[in-house]
T-cell receptor
Framework: AQSVTQLGSHVSVSEGALVLLRCNYS??????LFWYVQYPNQGLQLLLK????ATLVKGINGFEAEFKKSETSFHLTKPSAHMSDAAEYFC???????????WGAGTKLIIKP | DAMVIQNPRYQVTQFGKPVTLSCSQT?????MYWYQQKSSQAPKLLFH???????NEADTPDNFQSRRPNTSFCFLDIRSPGLGDAAMYLC????????????FGPGTRLTVT
């Protein structure tokens, strides 16, 4: 069975500071990993995904994530936070044997001015 | 722009009064999903269509039904809404199952009075 753990239901950073949102997964088969962002009263938007190949994945809005198999992690980072980054972020995993997205509980990112 | 459209964005219904939410897509994707999302929680998959093949999640209540009359449209019917069904309902599509990302609509917020 696959699972996803996001550390921290809320993360608060100052504008201009590094953003680090943690995601650890459990999967017995090669995983496909996704980060989605959700703004209030909106649907989810894909930030980036890892399927195969390069382990450092660049996404939209300056975000990137690194797949570390040895650590079963897929942490999301952004060098400099902007007020517009305030949103909820979800990490998710799927695989060829389990098409369904398994979601983390989400992390609400708060940006302090 | 190709997209996923949900109507209405906000729906108010009475306890026990049937309600239908609609979703359409211009992406020509094979797979369409319906999720329920309650406040500050991850989306919960209710069911999905792979082309015309309907796939119900084991824990989706019988109160929830779905129809996909053609590739572009999918409907969520709630036969007898209860107060616990108040939530955001998200429609999503993907080209295929597996590692393909899901594209989400803006959601319909359902209120049950």
């Amino acid at each position: 069975a696959q699972s996803v753990t996001q550390l921290g239901s809320h993360v608060s950073v100052s504008e201009g500071a590094l953003v680090l949102l943690r995601c650890n997964y459990s999967s017995s088969v090669p995983p496909y990993l996704f980060w989605y962002v959700q703004y209030p009263n909106q649907g989810l938007q894909l930030l980036l995904k890892y399927t195969t190949g390069a382990t450092l994945v660049k996404g939209i809005n300056g975000f990137e994530a690194e797949f570390k198999k040895s650590e079963t992690s897929f942490h999301l980072t952004k060098p400099s936070a902007h007020m517009s980054d305030a949103a909820e972020y979800f990490c998710a995993v799927s695989s060829d044997s389990n098409y369904q997205l398994i979601w983390g509980a989400g992390t609400k990112l708060i940006i302090k001015p | 722009d190709a997209m996923v459209i949900q109507n209405p964005r906000y729906q108010v219904t009475q306890f026990g009064k049937p309600v239908t939410l609609s979703c359409s897509q211009t992406l020509n994707h094979n797979v369409m999903y319906w999720y329920q999302q309650k406040s500050s929680q991850a989306p919960k998959l209710l069911f999905h269509y792979y082309d015309k093949d309907f796939n119900n999640e084991a824990d989706t209540p019988d109160n929830f039904q779905s129809r996909r009359p053609n590739t572009s449209f999918c409907f969520l019917d709630i036969r007898s809404p209860g107060l616990g069904d108040a939530a955001m309902y998200l429609c999503a599509t993907s080209r295929e199952r597996g590692y393909y990302e899901q594209y989400f609509g803006p959601g319909t917020r359902l209120t049950v009075t």
